[in-house]
């Protein structure tokens, strides 16, 4: 798993490093500037020019140290100070020292340079951000704001320094004008930044450079961790070569009404194909058919039905007595029958349990209701369901999703997986999780269901809690990707479905 940490944490372990071991900080800096170097020259020639822009931090510093190690080397290369010389942090100021002794080209940016600076970044091939870092504490203004627009004018390649200047290395919000990277080059770790949208897309692609500060420091401070295929591979149920269906679990989908029988069935079939050894669906006897024409290997238990075509609420005791893991939402309804029928399920049922769709929006506001369960629990909503669960807006979840997703697991004592730009598990305790897997093409209808299926069925499994969420949110999202190669837009359900084998085949590999 790759650590992910906030700015306190990453200060943290920037100061165990430099005041309890004794690395000095301007150790550190070369060595950030030395992984930006050798990204650099990786994207150019010695003879092309680079224009690195610095602030008064030390991210500024990091910039001034590698404008001059190209120096030293005979690259071409000008560094442009956004700062008065007399305002710099103390490494930053050596850096601007060092630079003026090694002979570096520089310069002092004020507002009448603005034209020759616009006129100096047409002719750089590379374009180093290093104007501010992790010590960004609001919106840029002024004079680095208009640094920032003609950044983003240029043709040549931009590198960020740790953090594309503008972003708060804590969160994924725009405060304000922000760089738009190509590739940012971090140190020591991820940071929130580079992994929550929309300001992970401004920073391209990422590389965590070993700049000296100990992993062990790093994990120590992670408030969250990347997860990486062999992760997930771990926990993958192992399949004897003697196992019978008995061995993997008894899932019960609780799921469908008249005209929606589909997302039962797509459920239904992520049940089938994530390994469950049988999957039932619990439906409306108007769904009953469809879902038995799509999914031959499912069983349905026709549930009594009122008028409107949905479950009445009653019936559930038989089906219920036969399972091992539960999943109730896709397709159910929200009428007073489904109300009654959650209700019931939620009274009768200790077992494992996966809520989704229609089960969390009648839990709007209740989450609570969920604290005594012992069994694992896992929620599964996308933004707009988290915000009704928790009485706020969804644009509010989109700003701090760690912090939300974590509010919902407290309330209900489960394991809410906060669906989106990489997919967030979280449990009231322990660092969160964050799925790296999935495309744009997830975004259509029916995905949620097969999401849902695909949990219910690791849970079916006997899996823990939040490795049947990491598993499913891996998986769901690799199936899309995969599928992603024959449908460039939007990716239908029932493919990624179809996918899931496929995409699990690979992680067996990585498994002895
Ligand atoms: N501490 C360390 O040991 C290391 C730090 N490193 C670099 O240092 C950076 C952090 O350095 P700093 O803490 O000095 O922070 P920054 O270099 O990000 O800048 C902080 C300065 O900018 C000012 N500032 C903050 N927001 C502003 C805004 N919106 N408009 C104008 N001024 C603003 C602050 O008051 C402060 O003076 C990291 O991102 C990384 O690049 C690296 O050199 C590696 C080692
Ligand atoms: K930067």
């Not at 989106?420 to 598990?425: K, S």
Request: charged share 20%; proline share 6%.
């Amino acid at each position: 798993m790759v650590p992910v940490v906030d700015n306190l944490g990453m200060r943290a372990a920037d100061r165990h490093t430099i005041e309890e071991l004794g690395l000095p900080s301007l150790v550190l800096m070369e060595q950030a500037a030395a992984a930006v170097n050798a990204a650099v020259e990786e994207r150019c020639e010695s003879t092309d020019l680079v224009v690195v822009l610095c602030g008064r931090g030390n991210n500024g510093g990091d910039g001034l140290a590698m404008a001059r190690q190209r120096h030293a080397s005979g690259g071409l290369v000008e560094a442009v100070l956004v700062a008065d010389p007399g305002e710099l942090s103390q490494d930053a100021a050596v850096q601007w020292e060092l630079a003026g002794r090694f002979g570096v080209p520089r310069r002092v940016l004020t507002e009448e340079g603005l034209p020759a600076l616009e006129e100096l970044l047409t002719k750089a091939a590379v374009v180093v951000d290093a104007l501010y870092g992790t010590g960004l504490d609001r919106a840029l203004s002024g004079l680095p704001a208009q640094v920032v627009e003609l950044i983003n004018t240029v043709e040549g390649e931009v590198v960020a320094v740790d953090i594309p200047s503008g972003l708060s290395g804590n969160s994924g919000v725009l405060l304000g004008p922000a760089v738009e990277a190509d590739l940012t080059v971090t140190f020591g770790a991820l940071k929130w930044v580079h992994v929550l949208s929309p300001a992970a897309l401004c920073c391209g692609d990422v590389v965590v450079a070993d700049i000296g500060i100990p992993q062990a420091a790093v994990e120590k401070v992670a408030s969250g961790f990347v997860l990486e295929d062999q992760d997930v591979a771990d926990f993958l149920p192992h399949r004897a070569p003697d196992a019978h269906k008995g061995h993997f679990g008894h899932l019960l989908l609780v799921a469908g009404r008249r005209g929606r029988a589909g997302a039962a069935a797509l459920a239904a079939k992520a049940g089938v194909r994530g390994g469950a050894g049988l999957v039932t669906v619990a439906t409306a006897v108007d769904a009953v058919s469809p879902i038995q024409a799509q999914v031959p290997e499912a069983m349905v238990d026709p549930l009594p039905t009122g008028e409107d075509g949905s479950v009445s609420g009653e019936g559930i005791e038989e089906s219920l007595g036969k399972a091992t893991a539960v999943a109730v939402g896709p397709g159910l309804g929200l009428g007073e029958g489904p109300r009654r029928l959650l209700s019931r399920i939620l009274e009768l049922w200790s077992g494992p349990l996966v809520l989704d769709a229609d089960a969390l929006t009648l839990l709007a506001g209740q989450l609570e209701k969920l604290k005594g369960r012992t069994a694992p629990t896992v929620l599964t909503p996308h933004p707009g369901e988290l915000a009704r669960l928790l009485g706020v807006t969804s644009a509010q979840v989109q700003e701090d999703r760690p912090a939300w997703a974590r509010k919902a697991a407290e309330l209900c004592g489960g394991t809410v997986v906060l669906k989106g730009f990489h997919t967030l598990v979280a449990e009231a305790e322990g660092p969160l999780w964050i799925n790296p897997t999935g495309s744009p093409g997830l975004a259509s209808g029916g995905a949620g269901d097969v999401l849902t299926g695909l949990i219910g069925s690791f849970l079916a499994q006997g899996l823990p809690a939040k490795q049947a969420a990491a598993l499913g949110v891996f998986l769901h999202g690799r199936a899309a990707e995969l599928a992603g190669k024959r449908f460039p837009g939007a990716v239908p359900a029932s493919v990624v479905a179809r996918m899931i084998p496929r995409a699990e085949a690979e992680l067996r590999e990585l498994v002895w």
